[in-house]
T-cell receptor, first 111, second 115 residues
Framework: GQNIDQPTEMTATEGAIVQINCTYQ??????LFWYQQHAGEAPTFLSY????GLEEKGRFSSFLSRSKGYSYLLLKELQMKDSASYLC????????????FGSGTKLNVKP | ETGVTQTPRHLVMGMTNKKSLKCEQH?????MYWYKQSAKKPLELMFV???????ENNSVPSRFSPECPNSSHLFLHLHTLQPEDSALYLC??????????????FGPGTRLTVL
């Protein structure tokens, strides 16, 4: 089966840095995605990793280690608007259109 | 309209009703998806269509019936649902349109309540 694990909830302070971890065990791997979902809204794409290492996009960075089945999303200079759920998703190896999602990490940013 | 749109945004139905959810994408994508999102659970993939052909049915009960008349439109027909089917139903699309990762673009969802 497919297993994607993320912490359920995290709290951090405005201006700080937070790291949201994701571990996965899947029968195949063809890329890992991070999405942001504000309450009552659609998930929106944040980042993509398929090779090991760090991808940086402004205040957001995402890291992947395929050998460890591990990724993290790093959010710097936290803002109140970053309060949202962050979803980790793995794409299946043999079906380019099959994605496995974690339960999401709800991030609360406090002043 | 841009992106992925879904109608209705909210739906309340009885267990004997028949209703349909509609999704439309304006991104030139080839693949469309239905997901179910319940509180504190992972997004559950229900169906995938690629170039109008169904490529994935994730053991979804037959009371959910998808329809994809073309690459831009996707429907989910609902009949004799159960209260546990109450959830947010999200539509997504991916592929083509110049995006390089095949990331998914999601619609705002339909909040379904089954009484």
């Amino acid at each position: 089966g497919q297993n994607i694990d993320q912490p359920t909830e995290m709290t951090a302070t405005e201006g700080a840095i937070v790291q949201i971890n994701c571990t996965y065990q899947t029968s195949g791997f063809n890329g890992l995605f991070w999405y942001q979902q504000h309450a009552g809204e659609a998930p929106t794409f944040l980042s993509y990793n398929v090779l090991d290492g760090l991808e940086e996009k402004g205040r957001f960075s995402s890291f992947l280690s395929r050998s460890k089945g591990y990724s993290y999303l790093l959010l710097k200079e936290l803002q109140m608007k970053d309060s949202a759920s962050y979803l980790c998703a793995v794409r299946g190896r043999y079906n380019f259109n099959k994605f496995y999602f974690g339960s999401g990490t709800k991030l609360n940013v406090k002043p | 309209e841009t992106g992925v749109t879904q109608t209705p945004r909210h739906l309340v139905m009885g267990m004997t009703n028949k209703k349909s959810l509609k999704c439309e994408q304006h991104l030139g994508h080839n693949a469309m998806y239905w997901y179910k999102q319940s509180a504190k659970k992972p997004l559950e993939l229900m169906f995938v269509y690629n170039f109008k052909e169904q490529t994935e049915n994730n053991s979804v009960p037959s009371r959910f019936s998808p329809e994809c008349p073309n690459s831009s439109h996707l429907f989910l027909h609902l009949h004799t649902l159960q209260p546990e089917d109450s959830a947010l139903y999200l539509c997504a699309s991916s592929g083509g349109g110049g995006d390089s990762y095949n990331e998914q673009f999601f619609g705002p969802g339909t909040r379904l309540t089954v009484l």
